[in-house]
């Protein structure tokens, strides 16, 4: 992937302004149970504006874009799996990190080249360089890796970086993006005559997960549901779940946030004990916002005459488990932890209104940048365009599994030394390393880690993942044949560990 990318940004001329802005909108930690057009939204989910951009575009049922927050920012940014991003590394201070342009270029450097302006506003977690200037033509940046001091401000008092000045900003952060993302649609900080890209990196839901003012209580008398799993025991799961339990039973018999023994605390680690129904209640209350935010947005593209010729695109990091399993985070394989709601749209092109079934990744959204904007990206992208899927979103063939895995904070050549050399290390916050497949109706694991056995669910009649198929004579032939798939996967994007599996 080492790419000059002086070389490449003296090559590109500008482009006509008729091509299509791309507004990308991206949330935090954000369950697609918490977004009210999906089927199996929680009995309190209310996203009138997200739902709203669902009516105008298409919305994927199964769409995975990274295992936590900074793997998937660097395969949004590379268009790569984790495997094939080389030099970004964790270093330093948590969150800090650090990579290598050369080695690591983002193509928003690309864009730039060929005529679009870029910019970026939200959170950041992918190394100190935040790319301003190079990747960059304006940036409102909070830059966690290089303010690691400040980096649990999810909501209040951030140190952000305007166009590289940093200074301490006060007021609700999902609001303030808000209205910077808002300002820029309208033409400020940016010149009229260019089409643009942004990416806004809204820092909600994450966790303290603090609801905007206006907000708090309004869910306090929602109906709540318990996952099935949410406590064990779990047959057929592997055995890390037990080191992952986040909740358990008080005295009271309530479900409350913590493991046995523990002195439970809530998301903004107060001392006060934080119930199952609080958690549910507060993170719904937390979406409020965000939601607005989106309806906001959308509003301004419209009113300004662009929303027919701006390609939205809206998704999370990823999921985030609650409960389900007994986890309170992401990390993990399933979708509970790894999904996140997505949904495209760009009315007067698109059909409206639709809904595709097919799994698509994070490095298909970057490959469809590409082919959106006429752009080639001068490295191998490992996604597939997904325009296909745009245009015909039921019935438009579409043959690939999708890929996606877990490799903790290692990328590139480093996750293949793990694996080939340490391989009982291969795990993160107790969850081990994995490649996974979604071929449209079964999920398959494959555990990097040796001794943890595979999983194979049917989504169609397991959606929660709750029965693990893989040691059933009768599904044998699939998991075989998701076996390959997976390997297959691999070898195609150039993974080094793809011959380095443990035994399944």
């Avoid at 080389?86 to 342009?101: C, H, L, Q, W």
């Avoid at 870029?118 to 360089?129: E, L, N, P, S």
């Avoid at 129904?277 to 509003?299: F, M, P, S």
């Avoid at 979708?335 to 990744?361: F, M, Q």
Wanted: charged share 25%.
């Amino acid at each position: 992937m080492t790419v000059v990318v002086l070389e490449l940004l003296a090559t590109g001329g500008s482009q006509a302004a008729e091509r299509p802005n791309i507004l990308f909108i991206f949330s935090d930690d954000h369950s697609y149970k918490t977004v009210s057009c999906y089927p199996e939204a929680l009995p309190g989910a209310k996203t009138p504006s997200i739902d709203a951009l669902a009516k105008s575009g298409v919305r994927f049922t199964h769409a995975y874009m990274g295992a936590w927050c900074m793997p998937s920012r660097a395969s949004l940014l590379t268009g790569r799996h984790p495997h094939g991003i080389e030099s970004m590394r964790m270093e330093g201070k948590y969150p800090a990190s650090e990579y290598d342009p050369q080695q690591c270029p983002f193509w928003p450097a690309i864009f730039r080249s060929k005529g679009y302006h870029t910019a970026h506003i939200g959170k950041w977690h992918t190394g100190t360089d935040a790319g301003y200037g190079r990747d960059w033509d304006y940036q409102i940046v909070w830059n966690r890796p290089k303010h690691p001091d400040n980096a649990g401000n999810y909501y209040e008092d951030q140190m952000l970086g305007f166009n590289g000045e940093d200074r301490l900003t006060k007021g609700y952060s999902t609001d303030n993006y808000t209205d910077w993302a808002c300002d820029y649609i309208r033409g400020k900080n940016r010149p009229v005559d260019k089409p643009w890209y942004l990416w806004l990196c809204y820092g909600a839901v994450h966790g303290p997960t603090t609801p905007a003012k206006r907000h708090k209580g309004t869910h306090k008398g929602d109906e709540v549901k318990v996952p099935a799993d949410i406590l064990p025991p779990r047959p057929g799961k592997p055995d890390y779940l037990n080191e992952t339990q986040s909740w358990a039973k008080d005295e009271s018999g309530d479900i409350v946030a913590g493991k046995s023994g523990e002195s439970f605390g809530d998301v903004s680690n107060s001392k006060k004990k934080l119930t199952y129904e609080a958690y549910i209640h507060q993170t719904l209350e937390c979406v409020e916002a965000l939601d607005e935010g989106v309806g906001r947005v959308l509003a301004t593209l419209k009113e300004s005459g662009q929303l027919e010729n701006t390609l939205v695109v809206f998704t999370a990091d990823q999921g985030f488990a609650m409960g389900e399993h007994g986890f309170r985070t992401k990390l993990a394989p399933y979708d509970a932890n790894y999904r996140s709601p997505l949904i495209i749209s760009r009315p007067g092109t698109l059909p409206e209104g639709k809904v595709c079934a097919k799994p698509v990744n994070a490095p298909d959204l970057i490959a469809t940048f590409s082919a959106t904007a006429d752009i080639k990206i001068p490295w191998e992208v490992h996604g597939r365009d997904l325009t296909p899927l745009l245009k015909d979103p039921e019935n438009a063939a579409w043959p690939y599994p999708c890929f996606f895995e877990g490799t903790g904070d290692h990328y590139g050549s480093a996750v293949t030394k793990v694996v080939k050399e340490t391989p009982a290390e291969a795990e993160h916050h107790h969850v081990p390393w994995y490649a996974a497949l979604n071929d449209g109706r079964f999920k398959y694991i494959r555990y990097l880690k040796p001794g943890v056995p595979e999983e194979l669910y049917d989504l169609q009649s397991d959606p929660e993942e709750l029965k693990n198929l893989a040691t059933e004579a009768g599904h044998a032939a699939d998991l075989e044949r998701l076996r390959a798939a997976a390997v297959a996967e691999l070898k195609r994007t150039g993974a080094g560990y793809a011959d380095q599996l443990p035994p399944p």
